[in-house]
């Protein structure tokens, strides 16, 4: 089975810079994602997700690291339930790192608030397709195992 998302397509002020969103749940609640195929890890905002209780998980390490930031402060959570359109995850590891620096850039110029990131992690173990000229995401349902990330 196959979950199909309308992509909304943002420019931040000057032409040629795009940045893909959708629109998913975290534990009930809608918020904005951002694709971020250039991120190895999907992350989470520590800040506006804080039923995903931050915790620390014997002998594993994080790290984090943007392009024009130094290594960012991260923390292993877990969300009850995420859902991308039909494609549902519950009980999901997850890393959260703070991105108010993220939403500082995006409210300059959108009223997007973004709750995660969604990286090539994600992207790859759902065989994503981004059609551009459909702005759509096509992901592949794969199931989840308990307490995967």
């Known amino acids: 089975m196959k979950t199909v998302l309308p992509i909304d397509i943002v420019t931040l002020g000057e032409d040629n810079s795009y940045h ?3 629109s998913g749940a975290i534990n009930g609640r809608k918020y904005d994602l951002l694709i971020d195929t250039g991120a190895s890890h999907t992350i989470f905002d ?3 997700i804080p039923e995903a209780p931050a915790s ?14 130094g290594e960012l ?15 549902k995850c519950s009980n999901w590891t997850v ?6 620096h993220v939403n500082d850039l995006y409210k ?8 995660g990131l969604i990286g090539s992690d994600f992207m790859l173990k759902h065989k994503a397709i981004i059609d551009y000229k459909k702005r759509e995401l ?4 794969i199931k989840q ?3 995967e990330k």
């Open 145 to 147: 195992k308990r307490n």
């Open 56 to 69: 620390k998980a014997a002998g594993q390490k994080i790290q984090s690291a943007g392009i024009h930031a």
């Open 46 to 48: 520590a800040i506006l």
């Open 73 to 87: 402060k991260s923390s292993i959570g877990r969300i009850r339930k995420f859902k991308l359109g039909d494609l």
């Open 138 to 141: 096509v992901l592949r349902n």
């Open 95 to 100: 890393i959260l790192i703070d991105l108010t």
């Open 20 to 22: 893909l969103f959708v």
């Open 108 to 115: 300059k110029f959108t009223k997007k608030r973004v709750a």
